[in-house]
């Protein structure tokens, strides 16, 4: 008893200290990624997702656009005073604002709505709008503006379109069509010449900028840049283009008197060739010497001396928000949209009911008034008002960059690790582990599934799936590692198989899902269905494919043999479907069983096995369906059956098992909305221990990495903490048995209510196609009973850390 009690103790004492998401070392935020943010100057609040911002030409006003999940509106801002002057709710919007020359007018994209809204500005407000229609609106139409840009006498409007690849060109008075020219890739934003006589096309869909020649009404000439250009910023004098590559980290310097590129700027912390600081806003100081470039995954500003055009200097780096999509420079202030805001955050209270929504299915009213827990849109954006530093204040503000970011060049060649452990640290050191099986699973929270294990930190008044639903994990949690400190880099399904497959999820992605989580159109499909979305260096099984490692696909990013990326071609298992509430896992166990004996006998086991069971999305309450909890303890039993299985094999000695969700944005969790359940099993697993370590996709992604002998395949898996404290140099054959959980895998919603009526209406044709507001709802009412709320939210996200405080006081 007393030994008991001993071994409670230190692990209260592990968890006080162990790294939590919240405020670190004064100033500094830690972020559930591992990254921390120290923004400087002071910010407001804005939406959800601002991804644009324009000043106008007096300065007297800053226009924000919100294009998140929840509610879109665009904001008017004064620029003196810092104050919000007025915001309009949009049903749709996306990317496209700009101010006329006059600031009498703001145009404004109506995304899949496929219109352009134009507000006249009067008494500091937004007047009623005009409507200026390109087509039927989506799916009847696949437009979508994007960058908008009015000539100087604003009778002409030009805005591009990431649906249709299209440059549409608008007489404003008249406000029809003149012409249409089609692009080659889809496009993000546009910039008129100096003489208006051209315009300047970033097509994000490719690796070039199109050069309109707005006389002939024609394409005159394509200038090869970086990989996903977006922004466009031309300098006064119009004879140089700055170019943002978010896929390449660099800024194409384009001579426009020839379409030459004189130079491309590296924006990294770091001379690396990684993805992952995702270039995408760029503005010029007022005597255009200094260059401001907002790198969003690296969540700050790089500064370049640009008075020498194809000689610019690297000046240092700004701390800002979390994701910085656009930058601005005002007066003798820097003004700077975080995507994220500042803050990672809790969801206690986890999604709710919608209380006000259109047919579209998605919340309307006020973001100041949005109380939804729901992850895609929790994390409001703010605005960084940044007094330009001089020298010394650089300096300083690139140091805080620098002890912000857990990625240097030197963790691509050497990880954190330990002498003699089974993951070795570096490329060419070997492992006793051979074979990496990597389990995908579907959208649960920690506290939702684990959250009544007492030796973890979790609030059993969160669980909805615990010990008798899930036997298996919580058997693997305790028997081998607990991990109650484990983060998801992902919002949501479509970057988190992304971030679960190559440790990084491109601008294109990060910025388009929300709007088709939102029900506001789209085209979609984000496993690897569009090249527009991949990586520069592909997924990890490109990596792979590289370098000589065998690899295999269970139902991940294909289906029944058919690949949706090249590299797969050849090495999907034949038997194993996709994303499908209609089969139950037990299918998929049964069909990585029959492939896996068959490669065994042949001695062909791969290397690299990545495994979709991912029934634990569930259903909701829609009638005649699986359960929620019997869908979510099918998941577990396949879990269960073929950790056994693989325990029982010839190859069990040489194998590991990683286990993860692809994002957690189907709960509520106490300590943050990141937080998920995930599992290590194998032989060099340690037993019957609890770690609080903090880990994250991109963490396990990295332990695999250097078990098979790959390098990083971006920023975040090269910084991340592989899981070596989870392993042991002896290991422990022992096979594992799984356990059949205590309830029926197939009881089928029956009641008729409230829950069930409104299941109807969803769709469960792909994984997220569902509000997952009204999902979460539904299946917390389906076992907590029809008329149970979820607890209050918690007053921090921070609970443990702040008890102790209390304690010391």
Known sequence: MKLKLIIILISISQLVFAQLPGKVNGNQILLPNGWKLSPAGHSIDLGDLPLNMQLSSSEKFIAVTNNGQSTQTVQLIDAKTEKILDEVVLKKSWYGLAFSKDDKHLYVSGGNDNLILDFNIQANKLGKSDTIFLGPIWPKAKISPAGIVVNKINTKLFTVTKEDSSLYIIDVKGKIIENRIQLPAIAYSCQLSADENKLYVSLWGGRSVAVVDLNEKKISSLIEVGDHPNELLLNKKGNFLYVANANDNTVSVINTINNKVVETISTTLYATQLTGSTTNGLSLSKNEKALYIANADNNCLAVFDVSTPGYSQSAGFIPVGWYPTSVKVSGNRILVTNGKGNTSMANPQGPQPISKADNSGYQMGSTANNKLQYIAGLFKGTLSFISIPNFVQLKEFTKQVYANTPFTDQRTILADGEEGNPIPRKLGEKSPIKHVFYIIKENRTYDQVLGDIKEGNGDSSLTLFGKKITPNQHALAMNYVLLDNFYVDAEVSADGHNWSMAAY????????????????????????????????????????????????????????????????????????????????????????????????????????????????????????????????????????????????SSVWKESVVFILEDDAQNGPDHVDAHRSPAYVVGPYVKRNAVIHTMYSTSGFLRTMELILGLPPMSQYDAAAVPLFECFISTPNFTPYMSVRPAINLDNRNLAINESSKRSELFNFASEDAVPDLDLNDVIWKSVKGEDSVMPAPKRSAFVILEKKKKDDD
């Open 505 to 648: 999820a491109t601008d294109v992605v990060e910025k388009t899902w929300p709007t088709s989580y939102g029900a506001r159109g789209g085209t979609t499909n984000y496993e690897g269905g569009r090249s527009v979305t991949y990586p520069k260096g592909g997924f990890i099984w490109d990596y792979c494919q590289r370098a000589g490692i065998t690899y295999r696909s269970y139902g991940e990013f294909g289906e029944y043999g058919k690949a949706n990326i090249k590299s797969l071609k050849g090495h999907m298992s034949p038997n194993s479907p996709g994303f499908d509430m209609d089969i139950t896992d037990q299918v998929r166990a049964d069909a990585w069983e029959h492939d896996f004996d068959s490669l065994l006998v042949a001695k062909a086991v791969p290397q690299f096995s990545t495994l979709r069971i991912s029934n634990d999305h569930t259903s909701g309450q829609k009638k005649g369906k699986v359960s929620p909890q019997s869908a979510v303890a099918d998941n577990d039993l396949a879990v269960g059956r073929i950790i056994e299985h693989l325990s029982k």
